[in-house]
């Protein structure tokens, strides 16, 4: 498969656990947040997406959290299964440009053990 | 509904030689946005095209180059490819601003 970074940061969860996956950004402007995870030989896939008038949203087994404050989102993934297994991207849009210009965090790989 | 294509999945080139890469977006999307991903820098943005106009661009030298077609269609063109433009370029369709963008399989570019 496709190596898509060398030195990420590694969660390694049980299976059946929980994962807490954090992201840090930069800019304040930013106003739509995107979760993303990429399995190798593939694109990213969209996971859960929050806007910056929210801090908490919820999908099927995860949750993403927002901090305005602090420039932190999180992503939670309840009972942790072994199709877990990816590196998680967390994604930015800026408020005021015009479309669509995702920065991306630099990821996390998550390794589910049975 | 169809994801988003594109096409071809794996291309070797040589140093000097130009690319063609070309995305197919999700039937009614009209933003196409392009994606350079390295292991060294991650995942960064090219260019995002919406109705056939450029709207947004990222920090890529004039090398690289894209357009959309009447249809949403979108191609990004490298051209004089050097060793480092080795990587997985990325196309992504949204409906509109601030939706979800879904991204393809990407095409694996080698230049040797």
């Known amino acids: 498969g496709e190596s898509v970074g060398l030195h990420l940061p590694t969660l390694s969860v049980q299976e059946g656990d929980n994962s807490i996956i954090n992201c840090a950004y930069s800019n304040s402007a930013s106003d739509y947040f995107i979760w993303y995870k990429q399995e190798s030989g593939k694109g990213p896939q969209f996971i859960i997406d929050?806007?910056?008038?929210?801090d908490k949203r919820q999908g099927q087994r995860v949750t993403v959290l927002l901090n305005k404050t602090v420039k932190h989102l999180s992503l939670q993934i309840a009972a942790t299964q072994p199709g877990d297994s990816a590196v998680y991207f967390c994604a930015e849009n800026i408020r005021g440009a015009a479309g669509n210009k995702l920065t991306f965090g630099g990821g996390t790989r998550v390794l589910v053990k049975p | 509904k169809a994801g988003v294509t594109q096409t071809p999945r794996y291309l070797i080139k040589t140093r000097g030689q130009q690319v063609t890469l070309s995305c197919s977006p999700i039937s009614g999307h009209r933003s196409v946005s392009w994606y350079q991903q390295t292991p060294g820098q991650g995942l960064q943005f090219l260019f995002e095209y919406f109705s056939e106009t450029q709207r947004n661009k990222g920090n890529f030298p004039g090398r690289f180059s894209g357009r959309q077609f009447s249809n949403s269609r979108s191609e990004m063109n490298v051209s004089t490819l050097e060793l480092g433009d080795s990587a997985l370029y990325l196309c992504?369709?949204?409906?509109?601003?601030?939706?979800?963008?879904?991204f393809g399989q990407g095409t694996r570019l080698t230049v040797v």
């Open positions: 929050i806007r910056s008038n929210m």
């Open positions: 992504a369709s949204s409906g509109s601003m601030n939706t979800e963008a879904f």
